[in-house]
């Protein structure tokens, strides 16, 4: 069994941070990319941050200067670290990973279950 944990969502006011968490567990073989996405209401999912096994990172547009992904490959954990956060950053958050699990030989699409981030102005 696999699966992700999400951690860290809440109310903040605008210019306030959140730091989000997600922790993978279960048999797994391999964890590729890591990322962050979010929902908005009436929108799309869209992603917000990948990080690689590498640590290369990309960032959408919108969050760049602003959010920081990382990882501990020791932990099986990816985090996102948001400063200066805007009312338009209220979405739910989804952590998603590339795994390969012990049972298997290709790699899976894993994804949280979600953390609600709200930001006030």
């Known amino acids: 069994q696999v699966q992700l944990v999400e951690s860290g969502g809440g109310l903040v006011q605008a210019g306030g941070s959140l730091r989000l968490s997600c922790a993978a567990s279960g048999s797994i073989r391999d964890i590729n990319s890591m990322g962050w996405y979010r929902q908005a209401p009436g929108k799309q999912r869209e992603l917000v941050a990948l990080i690689t096994t590498s640590g290369s990172t990309n960032y959408a547009d919108s969050v760049k200067g602003r959010f920081t992904i990382s990882r501990d490959n020791a932990k099986n954990t990816v985090y996102l670290q948001m400063n200066s956060l805007k009312p338009e950053d209220t979405a739910v958050y989804y952590c998603?990973?590339?795994?390969?699990?012990?049972?298997?030989?290709?790699?899976?699409?894993?994804w949280g279950q979600g953390t609600q981030v709200a930001v006030s102005s």
């Open positions: 998603k990973s590339k795994i390969v699990p012990d049972w298997g030989t290709v790699e899976i699409n894993y």
